[in-house]
């Protein structure tokens, strides 16, 4: 079922008579079938999206259609939608069995079918021997998916996620994210899962969209937007360790970052942002390019050897000294105190103006 | 280390369990063995108390009492229909205030207020309004064309007296019990109502299966309190019915009434130590029905 959100805007007024848009005018149409991960910065309004969808909370502008058919003003239970909260929300004095039940019973649902596809559903989500337990003798990760279990057995149009992961430690999360990834490929049913992790967010969703302050930044395939971000918001909300950002300027069709040439531009002489992300440095053993640095520091985890490059900050600036990381291949043997030139790779590096906007 | 602590512990709990013992546990103890006494004079020899041995036979004379009986009767009728019902009204006006949180804070005073009110007071203010010619309840009957209802005077029947002490008790015991279900309330995550209401939960299924269950440990708290408290019941007759203790003389009486009845004329021999007897036998009645209480909603309770 395709999600599409025209002009939708929430107000949150706050106590100090204070307006804030949680949601401003966002249209956003998610294909059907697909799992998107909305994900943001925190106060982003992603999570406020997802209830506006779940029509728990209600918006002050706009309107959302599930297909055709427009669900604006009604109730949540009218949507059919299926929603695994933050903490579940699982009733802890039910069973699992209880749990998954409930729905089906409040709809009126026969009752050996009911217990089917109660145990059914169960399976699904690797829970079959679990139906009589109670949430709390359950680990996070079971109780999250009886949580996806109980939304899904009524067959709902949207399944919506909150933070599904993000009270589960690491080593769970990554199993719980395949997890998830699979029940959603077996069901086919349009996903829609909000996260602040973007790692989170890369891995497993078909599509990622991006949020900060309410509105939508970029929409699009997870290596799509981290390759072509539209705005150095993007560019530095996607990818860990975090895209570098330098001070440069185009002067004669030539990038300068730092005040040293890196490459060549067609665009008009200006004062430039330029993000480089840190696996796009190529070490220039001939000691050609001008763009070189002293590392500070060097850490070799694996494969990967990360020089860590402070230079003085902008005058005026919070911080005396930016610093950077280049990721490089851990044969280079480089160590603190060396000089190191660097050639830089043409698509890992995006051209911002000062406000942030990608040049193109 | 640890013996230091305990002692610690001892010396912040002594003046309670000092208190406790001077005015607790030494009269209970002491009203179990009065209530063993033969011919028990409390003021003779210059206030020492006389008796002749020890018997079991105090018990008996209770047994044996008519207005024992009619005390009993009275206090099992009270304490099992208006617990139940004021707990079932408390948690539906706590719910409905819920649902109204502008002037909840409103309503909660006004809901609150019978309980700092003194009951003798309430209950002579309730015998007004349960006047036969002028009271408010015949006045409200009669606009529903229901003849007027001796409620509480000297042709009053038994059921018109009890309904009119169930009506007080139950009015008076809503307070305590609304406060203590708002707060409940309050502490359930609102994140089951959203999870319910998705659930395609009527309103009613959600108070159900939702609100009732999560609040089991507070309504097993509040439902072991006040049929303590409803064992007890005393003021509430004095204030409707005065010193007869009902429209009819003692038709009315409870278990704690009929212990004072006999305390109060202890200067017979004996009658102190059936007043003992009798209020022993409240005691295992009490006990036997928490004991009941807590058997029966281990299962139902959901901590």
Redesign the interface.
Known sequence: MEIKMLDLTKIFVSKDKKEVHAVDHVDLTIPSGKLIGLLGPSGCGKSTTLYLI?G?LKQNQGQIFFGEDEVSDM???KRG???V?Q?Y?L???MTVRENIL??LE??KIEKTEAKERTIEMAQLVGLGEMLDRKPKELSGGQQQRVAIA?ALV?KPRVLLLDEPLSNLDARLRLQTREEIKRIQRETGITTVFVTHDQEEAMSISDEIVVMKDGVIQQMGEPQEVYDFPINMFVAQFLGSPQINIFNGEIKDKKIYANGMMIGKSKLPDQPIKIGIRPEGFIVDKEKQSEFKFEIDLVETIGRDTTLIIEVPGNEGSLLDKLTFKAIVDASEHIKAGDWVHFNIKPDKMHLFNLEGKLLK | METKNNLRAWLYLAPMLLLMAVFTFYPLFNAFVISFYKDYLPLANDGAGSITGYTIANYGVIFKNQLFWQSLKNTFVLALVSVPLSIIISLLISVALKSIPKLKGFFQTVFFLPYVTNGIAVGMAFAVMFHRDYGLFNLVLSWFGITALDWIGGTASWWAQMGALMIFTIWESLAFKILVFTSGLQNIDKQYYDAAKIDHATKWTIFKRITVPLLSPLILYISITSMIGALKAYNSVIGLFGERLGAQPYSMITIVAFVYKYRSDFSFQGFYSYAASAAIILFFITLLFSVIQTVVSKKRIHY
């Open positions: 779940a728990l109730p949540p239970e939608i299926g929603l909260f903490n929300a009733y802890p004095h409930f729905p409040n709809l109980r009524k």
